[in-house]
T-cell receptor
Framework: SQQGEEDPQALSIQEGENATMNCSYK?????LQWYRQNSGRGLVHLIL?????REKHSGRLRVTLDTSKKSSSLLITASRAADTASYFC??????????????FGKGTHLIIQP | DAGVIQSPRHEVTEMGQEVTLRCKPI?????LFWYRQTMMRGLELLIY????????DSGMPEDRFSAKMPNASFSTLKIQPSEPRDSAVYFC???????????FGQGTRLTVV
């Protein structure tokens, strides 16, 4: 069964705008990860946030985590056409927080309009 | 590093035929995962191995599916006999055991007609 559920399923914005995607999960986690998938390609790891962290930045990416609400958000600032992709949140099955048995949501399909 | 290598990239087969998907993980990685991706069900974990040993195969949908990892640099996912509902993109991923990041291959797009 899927642990994470992304929202919205699809998002279309203009280049330069910010894109926000949300993820909800069901059980306790050690960490939560975000991955990107370009069309026809495999998933690529973007960023990880640990359960004792509330916010993390990496370049134009900002991730927040609210363990009380079991939710996370991914913000991409100043979007570019190359950001067009599907974005997935992933949580580990085990409290150790390793990649072992990562479960993914169905993803948010982001389209950046030039 | 060439990354995780999967073959073939595309496979079209007739219902009832045996299909074998192949994966070469990143050298040094000792965890390997097989995922299946469809529009309806998203990305599903089928099975994963640590140090060539299957740890959790609860995601394998049916007995028609089997996976092996005879050594640290090679794994196969076999479907016998294949059915049209097996059509999907199958991904292999690897990681260092205990690491939090998984590295994915490009996937094999399987079409069963």
């Amino acid at each position: 069964s899927q642990q994470g559920e992304e929202d919205p399923q699809a998002l279309s914005i203009q280049e330069g705008e910010n894109a926000t995607m949300n993820c909800s999960y069901k059980t306790s986690i050690n960490n939560l990860q975000w991955y990107r998938q370009n069309s026809g390609r495999g998933l690529v790891h973007l960023i990880l946030i640990r359960s004792n962290e509330r916010e993390k930045h990496s370049g134009r990416l900002r991730v927040t985590l609210d363990t009380s609400k079991k939710s996370s958000s991914l913000l991409i600032t100043a979007s570019r056409a190359a950001d067009t992709a599907s974005y997935f949140c992933a949580t580990g099955l085990f409290s150790g927080g390793g990649a072992d048995g990562l479960t993914f949501g169905k993803g948010t399909h982001l389209i950046i309009q030039p | 590093d060439a990354g995780v290598i999967q073959s073939p990239r595309h496979e079209v087969t007739e219902m009832g035929q045996e299909v074998t998907l192949r994966c070469k993980p990143i050298s040094g990685h000792n965890s390997l995962f097989w995922y299946r991706q469809t529009m309806m069900r998203g990305l599903e974990l089928l099975i994963y191995f640590n140090n060539n040993v299957p740890i959790d195969d609860s995601g394998m949908p049916e007995d028609r599916f089997s996976a092996k990892m005879p050594n640290a640099s090679f794994s196969t996912l076999k479907i016998q006999p294949s059915e049209p509902r097996d059509s999907a993109v199958y991904f292999c991923a690897s990681s260092l055991q205990g690491s939090t990041e998984a590295f994915f291959g490009q996937g094999t797009r399987l079409t069963v007609v």
